[in-house]
């Protein structure tokens, strides 16, 4: 399969090229400056460009079988790129008959806000990270509309941690307990699983320790 991510060099997209490659796809790393990945893989080629910009996003989808999303703005709490990119490659998949979308978001938005702690609720994306949390958001409204085979994947969040296998996924809303963390290895794992796996077509899969 031909598998292009977007935001190939965020601290996800980096290691989930890295599992999309292991699990013997072809992958286009999208990204400003992509060739940040580092050694070549003769199953791996580069594209630069600006997830906001809407033609560059457009050439570099075209040929391709999935799309992974992996956007992120780094320490901006003010960016819409994971939005505006996502809608710039919906678009893109629309135009050019591209239908399997993977697409990272996290855990709390819509129906998963029940899942949060108050920590999470008020201090976080209640005031911290809220219009980060409104972009992801509006984020999984678009991908809900977007008419593509979608599967949004909701995590906790992220921390630095060899891959287990062992978090929950898929569970309701209603799961109290819940650690809220996950390693970033085990999110890469899960949205390169999602490529030959239709479980969670059509829908927002929340993973989380």
């Not at 890295?18 to 992958?27: K, N, P, S």
């Not at 978001?105 to 899942?115: I, P, Q, R, V, Y």
């Amino acid at each position: 399969m031909n598998v292009i991510v977007i935001g190939a060099t965020g601290s996800i997209g980096r290691l989930a090229v890295d599992q999309i490659l292991a699990a013997g796809h072809r992958v286009t790393a999208f990204a400003r400056h992509p060739q940040t990945l580092g050694p070549d893989d003769p199953n791996l080629t580069f594209a630069a460009g600006d997830a906001l910009e809407e033609q560059a996003v457009l050439d570099a989808v075209k040929g391709h079988d999935a799309v992974v999303v992996t956007l992120g703005a780094g320490s901006s709490r003010k960016s819409v790129i994971r939005s505006q990119g996502t809608l710039n490659v919906i678009r893109a998949m629309q135009s050019h008959g591209v239908r399997r979308l993977i697409c990272q978001s996290t855990l709390g938005a819509h129906d998963s806000w029940s899942n949060l702690n108050f920590f999470w609720k008020r201090i976080m994306f209640g005031l911290l990270l809220r219009p980060v949390f409104l972009d992801h958001e509006l984020q999984e409204n678009l991908v809900r509309a977007s008419g593509l085979d979608w599967t949004i994947v909701r995590p906790g969040a992220f921390h630095d941690a060899p891959a287990t296998g062992l978090y929950k996924e898929g569970f309701s809303a209603q799961e109290r307990g819940l650690r809220l963390k996950i390693a970033r290895a085990d999110v890469a794992g899960f949205l390169a699983r999602q490529l030959g796996d239709r479980r969670y077509l059509h829908q927002a899969v929340a993973i989380s320790n």
